[in-house]
């Protein structure tokens, strides 16, 4: 198994995780209303990426993944942190060539992590696809 498959697939575990704790969401969560014929919040979420509408409420939708996603980066040791700060966009961005190399260990590598699970959510929520009838109003 080489290095990014690795890491990859911890990235792919985590979203899972993170989705199922969406699809978790009470449905009193719900934010569309009865004619939508929308299931969960999670199935909002859906419809939202797979019609290209954006409710009003679209923010609340942006904030409870993002609220998901630092819940879990943030219970995350720091080795794991920084595993999957490696596979992330800033570490291209910040990484130098200057010595010594370390990992800078701060909030901003975990709203890094935490940003790129954010977009690992909404992918696959864009995806999964819903049935024909959630996306039919």
Known sequence: MKFHDIIESKYKRYTAEIVETIKAFPLETRLSPPDYNLDSFWQEM????????????????EDAVRRCCGGLVESLPHDEQALLW??????YETW??????EIPYSPRLEETVAQELYE?????????ILPDNKLDR
């Open 120 to 128: 690992r959510v909404w992918q696959a929520a864009e995806d999964e």
């Open 46 to 61: 859906q419809y939202q990426m797979q019609s290209r509408e954006r409710a009003t409420e679209y923010e609340i939708y």
């Open 96 to 101: 130098d060539n200057q010595m010594p190399h």
């Open 86 to 91: 490696l596979w992330s966009d800033n570490f």
